[in-house]
């Protein structure tokens, strides 16, 4: 899955942040409101729904302990936007969606794919992420342009998951890694050719590594969206279409996304 890789990615990187985060705890302006929350006005808290140990989306700066991220400070712009106050409720994932439908808080912020079985309950915002599948390998190769180079390559992937898939389809001969930590060493010792990851996940490692061993060589085309949950009643959503497209056009979403990426992930502009 692909929060797995993305907790491993982190840890890569940034071994300080296992310690960080909280469970079941609040951060915003103001105490958190645990009674009914319906969409508000402006002026009015926006209680968020959040995790906060889910770097770099939702997690614990471990230098001020103080909640960030990107998704962090896309909701903080939307609430802007509404003339509201982003006020964050901290949840394990399990038990974020029962929140929601408690009327805990208004939105859940925490890098949620849209599918359709999650559709089929929740309302979700046009999207404020899209990522996608890439091809990696070591910066001196230049062998991997396109996904049709990859037939013939040995790929360290993660033996059951949706990439170790993609490895095969494209002709690939797998390695079993235990996860992306695994692969990246596999990879800079010459023992694979390549490894096929989400592109998130990536970025986020480059950026906070420094590694200029590796490279993102080819995209595979895959793509996944993530969106603002609501439930299924709420007006909230409309107001966050509108506030999402507002940030998209003046280039707000575009500067929090290179900013934590290195690269705009926000996705295309909605129509």
């Known amino acids: 899955m692909l929060r797995k890789t993305y907790a491993v990615a982190a840890a890569l990187a940034m071994a300080a942040l296992a310690a960080c ?21 402006s002026g009015q808290a926006l209680k968020v729904g959040t995790e906060g140990t889910y770097a770099p989306f939702t997690f614990h700066d471990p230098k001020t302990n103080k909640l960030t991220g990107y998704d962090v400070e896309v909701v903080r712009a939307v609430a802007g936007k509404l003339g509201r106050t982003a006020q964050f409720s901290e949840s394990t994932f399990d038990a974020i969606f029962a929140g929601l439908e408690a009327s805990r808080y208004d939105v859940v912020a925490n890098q949620i794919s849209v599918n359709p079985e999650r559709s089929a309950k929740y309302a979700f915002s046009v999207p404020y992420t899209v990522s996608s599948g890439v091809v990696v390998t070591r ?4 062998s991997v342009r396109t996904t049709a180079d990859v037939r013939g390559k040995t790929s360290a992937q993660s033996a059951t998951s949706n990439f170790a898939a993609t490895a095969k389809q494209l002709g690939a001969k797998v390695e079993a890694v235990e996860g992306f930590t695994q692969a990246v060493a596999l990879l800079k010792q010459k023992r694979v050719d390549i490894t096929i990851n989400d592109n998130l996940a990536v970025l986020d490692y480059l950026r906070t590594s420094g590694d200029k061993g590796i490279k993102i060589a080819a995209r595979t085309g895959d793509s996944t969206q993530q969106a603002f949950a609501f439930r299924k009643d709420s007006p909230l959503k409309a107001d966050f279409d509108r506030a999402l497209k507002q940030l998209r056009a003046d280039g707000t979403l575009a500067k929090i996304s290179n900013a934590w990426f290195g690269e705009d992930v926000s996705g295309p502009a909605a129509s």
Do not use: A
């Open 139 to 142: 910066s001196d190769d230049t």
């Open 21 to 41: 985060g909280g469970g079941s705890s609040t951060s915003g302006s103001g105490s958190t409101g645990s009674s009914g929350s319906s969409g508000g006005s």
